[in-house]
Each structure stands twice: as structure tokens, then as C-alpha cells.
């Protein structure tokens, strides 16, 4: 059985590609951030219970930023995992997640890295526990992000290909 790929571009096809990268779009820019801003909101909980109020201070200025370039990102990686997804390219969605950790590995191994000595030449284990939460803050922001808007698409194209299903059994077309 040949499938014909002109199909993907006919009318009613189009019309339920639209609808699932609309469910996708939607529920990212619903669940996705707010996913996000409740995890840093419990790890800085955890920072809070053993810092003092400058180390609070300073992991604040550190984690609260409002930049909304992971917003941007996640916004295109929902389109391509969507795409991804609906049109079966797994090269794709494995480009994709490639090019994410490759970029992430710098950041990562920098944040986490063994910290400095204080101003005394002892080891700074506070500076290394704060280290530690960010970097993990960091990756799990990455994760969460990635997994939600992972599901949000597959949920997209599942969506959009049921209700073109249920035309096809309401009103077939040739």
C-alpha cells in the first residue's frame, strides 16, 4: 500500500493539522511556565530553610529573572516536536533534543562545577549547596519543559488525527 503524500496537503487534512498545533500551542502556553515556575518556587522553599537573608538575597538575584528567551525556545520546540511527531520524523525530534543538550552541557558543567575557595582559602561548601540546587534547578527545569512540551505535541497530533478520523467515518472523502 503506497501512501500519497499529497494527501497531507489536501484541505481537510490541513484544516486538522491546524487544530492539533492549536491543542499543542494552547496547552504549552497553559501548563508549561506555570510547570516551571512551580519547581523553582519549591527548590528556593529548600534554599530558604539553610540560608541567611544576603545568601537569600543572592539566590534570588541568581534564579528570579524575568527573561523570556526558555519561553521562546520552548514555543519553537513545541512546533518541532509537533511536526516531528505528526509526520513521523524521529530524525527530527532526535536533531532537536541533540541540539538542546549540546547547548545546555556548558551551562551545566559551569554552574555545578566544583566551587571556588572563600575569602579565607577554605572551600566555600555553602557556595557548592547552592551550586548544587541551581544546577539541579537548571536540569530539571530543561527536563520538565522538554518531557511537557514532548506530551502537549503527541497530544496535538493525537487530537487533530482523531477528529480527522471521525470525519472520515462520518463523511468519507475520496
Given amino acids: 500500500m503506497n501512501f500519497d503524500i499529497s494527501a497531507l496537503f489536501s484541505y481537510p487534512f490541513i484544516v486538522f493539522w491546524l487544530i492539533g498545533l492549536g491543542v499543542t500551542y494552547f496547552l504549552g502556553e497553559k501548563y508549561v511556565q506555570p510547570s516551571i515556575d512551580k519547581l523553582v518556587l519549591e527548590v528556593t522553599k529548600k ?8 545568601e537569600i538575597e543572592d539566590w534570588n538575584l541568581v534564579t528570579d529573572f524575568d527573561f523570556p528567551g526558555g519561553e521562546k525556545i520552548g514555543r ?3 512546533f518541532v516536536l509537533y511536526f516531528g511527531i505528526l509526520f513521523g520524523n524521529g530524525i527530527l525530534i ?19 562545577k ?16 547552592l551550586r548544587r540546587y541551581w544546577g539541579t ?15 502537549y505535541a503527541g497530544l496535538g ?3 487533530g488525527n482523531v477528529l480527522f478520523w471521525i470525519l472520515q467515518t462520518i463523511k468519507p472523502i475520496p
Fill in 47 to 54: 534554599v530558604n530553610k539553610f540560608a541567611s537573608k544576603d
Fill in 76 to 78: 519553537i520546540e513545541r
Fill in 94 to 112: 532526535g536533531a532537536w533534543l541533540t541540539f538542546k543538550v549540546a547547548v545546555k552541557w556548558e551551562s551545566w558543567s559551569n554552574i555545578v
Fill in 114 to 129: 566544583v566551587p571556588m575557595k572563600d575569602d579565607k582559602g577554605d572551600p566555600d561548601a555553602f557556595g557548592f549547596v
Fill in 137 to 151: 534547578l537548571v536540569y530539571q527545569r530543561f527536563l520538565v519543559g522538554t518531557g511537557l512540551n514532548l506530551l
Fill in 157 to 159: 497530533v493525537f487530537i
